[in-house]
């Protein structure tokens, strides 16, 4: 069966500190991966999305970044991070055929930065 | 930006059934109609789709108008933990298969 993991759950990291968080999906090849972040009181924004490996797309700029080294894994970067960074960062799995019935998602970190 | 338009809430008794409309006007023809909803500090959990049929599963039903520009998610028999931010995403066409969340509809299902 598919599975998306997303590590870690909780992070708390200064103003200027580099920052990345990573998801591994299972059970499945070449996937469709995608980050997305939830700020306080927010909905969901599109972040990064990789359709295969060292294929990244951004949808707004931020001072995030996104890559993909291996099928499975996609990782969010960051150099420095400000304090607009904070935030519920999701990851999810989503094949890349409109007929499939569901994406997974990851359970999500949760990221304050001090 | 969402292609889908929600009411920012709603409210609902217990063990009514909870409507919940989206209007989806600039829909192309082979876009479909997904409805993810999230419970709080939790990631979104698919709960179902359609093209243009009506369907139903065992968690709801979707009603997708005949011209498509809108749709209904009706929960038969809601229950307090049906309590939750549910969204309404018409899925991009093509090979990248993005999933863009609106605001989606805040439901307080109250006792």
């Known amino acids: 069966s598919q599975t998306i993991h997303q590590w870690p759950a909780t992070l708390v990291q200064p103003v200027g500190s580099p920052l990345s968080l990573e998801c591994t999906v299972e059970?499945?090849?070449?996937?469709?991966l995608y980050w997305y972040r939830q700020a306080a009181g927010r909905g969901l924004q599109l972040l990064f999305y990789?359709?295969?490996?060292?294929?990244i797309s951004s949808e707004v700029p931020q001072n995030l970044s996104a890559s993909r080294p291996q099928d499975r894994q996609f990782i969010l970067s960051s150099k420095k991070l400000l304090l607009s960074d904070s935030g519920f960062y999701l990851c999810?799995?989503?094949?890349?055929?409109?007929?499939?019935?569901?994406?997974?998602f990851g359970q999500g970190t949760r990221l304050t930065v001090v | 930006d969402a292609k889908t338009t929600q009411p920012p809430s709603m409210d609902c008794a217990e063990g009514r059934a909870a409507n919940l409309p989206c209007n989806h006007s600039?829909?192309?023809?082979?876009?479909?109609v997904y409805w993810y909803r999230q419970i709080h500090s939790q990631g979104p959990q698919y709960i179902i789709h359609?093209?243009?049929n009506n369907e139903t599963n065992e968690m709801a039903s979707l009603i997708i108008t005949e011209d498509r520009k809108s749709s209904t998610l009706i929960l038969p028999h809601a229950t307090l933990r049906d309590t939750a931010v549910y969204y309404c995403?018409?899925?991009?066409?093509?090979?990248?298969?993005?999933?863009?969340f609106g605001q989606g509809t805040t439901l307080q299902v109250k006792p």
């Open positions: 999810a799995w989503f094949f890349g055929s409109a007929r499939n019935t569901e994406a997974f």
């Open positions: 059970g499945t090849s070449n996937p469709n």
């Open positions: 990789s359709v295969g490996i060292g294929q």
């Open positions: 600039t829909i192309s023809g082979n876009e479909y």
């Open positions: 359609g093209l243009k």
């Open positions: 995403i018409v899925r991009v066409s093509g090979n990248t298969g993005k999933l863009i």
